[in-house]
């Protein structure tokens, strides 16, 4: 199966910055889709942004312009970009990974990465 393996969390005060990264390992092949989602407790979890099958981006209307995913197709690694940070933004932020093998879909998740956003 896939590994995912999140880092790059921790505390910031409001307005400022963190860059997350999830790297990939294990049966990598045909991987079409990664992105980033966010979980608070006794809240479902929720879309930060993603790579779509087709290469394009998408992002939650409440991240749009202040958030920024990139990726490393060498290093098979996932990045997000987190600007102009908000107390509302904490959260543990986890990595996503569709792959289809066999005309089958697999979704993997990272164990998460906690942000907290205070001062």
């Known amino acids: 199966q896939v590994q995912l393996v999140e880092s790059g969390g921790g505390l910031v005060q409001p307005g400022g910055s963190l860059r997350l990264s999830c790297a990939a390992s294990?049966?990598?092949?045909?991987?079409?889709?990664m992105g980033w989602y966010r979980q608070t407790p006794g809240k479902q979890r929720e879309l930060v942004a993603a790579?779509?099958?087709?290469?394009?981006?998408n992002y939650a209307n409440a991240m749009k312009g202040r958030f920024t995913i990139s990726r490393d197709n060498a290093k098979n690694t996932v990045y997000l970009q987190m600007n102009s940070l908000k107390p509302e933004d904490t959260a543990v932020y986890y990595c996503?990974?569709?792959?289809?093998?066999?005309?089958?879909?697999?979704?993997?998740w990272g164990q998460g990465t906690q942000v907290t956003v205070s001062s």
């Open positions: 294990g049966s990598i092949f045909n991987i079409y889709a």
């Open positions: 790579f779509t099958s087709g290469g394009s981006t």
């Open positions: 996503n990974a569709v792959r289809t093998v066999a005309s089958t879909k697999y979704i993997y």
